[in-house]
């Protein structure tokens, strides 16, 4: 894991197998298929650093050999918020590593012209207050959407958020940083910045599109 001074918000998983991975993804020629896997495993990977602090107690355990005093998850159980759509490709993998989390859906896009977050669907547990929220979205660019996706969770009552990211732009962390101090970030990929169009660079295009196969 590595921390940067400029984004204490942030953890970038670095490991050999997350570079290799994304970089895989980034391929332009890379198949629908193998894109979706590659998302799920990382997501996988993301929401297991994503939990590392997650409270445990005291537990009796009987092996067939003894009885010790063990460890479990303590409190309610997380929820993985997927911000629609890009969101989805990443439950597979957050839920494989945490099985008994529940899912709560976001959804926005980005207006094309003024790449603002536009709110569509909100469904989150009713005592989401009361729960660990893993929020999920393969991109971070300017930051509009998964700040407004954070906006909705906290009218919502959502008080331990944090979220991940498979590729972030610097602008996105610092505008998180501004707007959700409170939230950390973890991402597999922290890229270079913006085009002019609000793109990741070097990136990998549109997220939506490459996993849903709607280019
Ligand atoms: C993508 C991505 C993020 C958002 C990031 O979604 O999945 O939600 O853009 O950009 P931002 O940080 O500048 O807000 P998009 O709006 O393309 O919608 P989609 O998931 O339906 O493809
Ligand atoms: N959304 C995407 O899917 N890709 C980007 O590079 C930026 C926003």
Known sequence: MQTDPRHPNLTVLDHPLVRHKVDRLRMSDTPTK???????????????????????????????????????????????????????????????????????????????ETLEPVEYYANVPSDVEERPVLVL??????????????????????????????????EGVTRMGEDHPDVHIFVAALDRGLNGNGYILPGLGDAGDRLFGTR
């Open 34 to 112: 193998t894109f979706k896997e590659l998302v799920k495993e990382l997501s996988l990977l993301l929401a297991y650093e994503a939990t590392r602090d997650l409270p445990v107690e005291d537990v009796p355990i009987s092996t067939p050999l003894e009885t010790f005093t063990g460890t479990q998850i303590r409190g309610k159980k997380t929820v993985l918020v997927p911000i629609l759509r890009a969101g989805l490709g990443m439950v597979a993998g957050a839920h494989e590593i945490i099985p008994a989390a529940r899912v709560g859906h976001v959804g926005l896009y980005r207006d094309e």
């Open 137 to 170: 979205d393969p991109m971070l660019a300017t930051g509009g959407s998964a700040s407004a996706a954070i906006d909705v969770l906290k009218k919502r009552g959502a008080r331990r958020i944090r979220m991940a990211n498979l590729v972030a732009a610097p």
